[in-house]
């Protein structure tokens, strides 16, 4: 099994990262493959309507941002971690655009 935590916090390195990597020791531990991507301070655009994932072979997102350089199609078990305060557009744009 793999486990993919995404960090939605602003902060890279802040109190997010720190609990997501108590998660990680622990998940390593026990023999379980863990992966932080962080995407809280990167520009994430949405959706121009250009189809151009759905003309490519591969069916990603033409724009070189994280959600798209990332494989989901995986046996990954996703764990979401976004500040309260930092819950805005882009992350939900993440999240459409992952899906």
Request: hydrophobic share 35%.
């Amino acid at each position: 099994m793999k486990v993919l935590a995404i960090n939605g916090s602003p902060n890279k390195a802040g109190n997010t990262f720190l609990a997501l990597s108590v998660v990680g020791k622990e998940l390593t531990d026990a023999g379980i493959d863990f992966e932080v991507l962080h995407i809280g301070n990167k520009l994430i655009h949405g959706c121009t309507a250009c189809y151009s994932c759905g003309k490519n072979q591969d069916e990603k997102c033409i724009y070189d941002e994280p959600c798209c350089q990332h494989n989901f199609r995986g046996s990954y078990q996703l764990i979401p971690v976004f500040d309260v305060q930092a819950a805005s557009s882009w992350n939900q744009t993440f999240w459409k655009r992952a899906a």
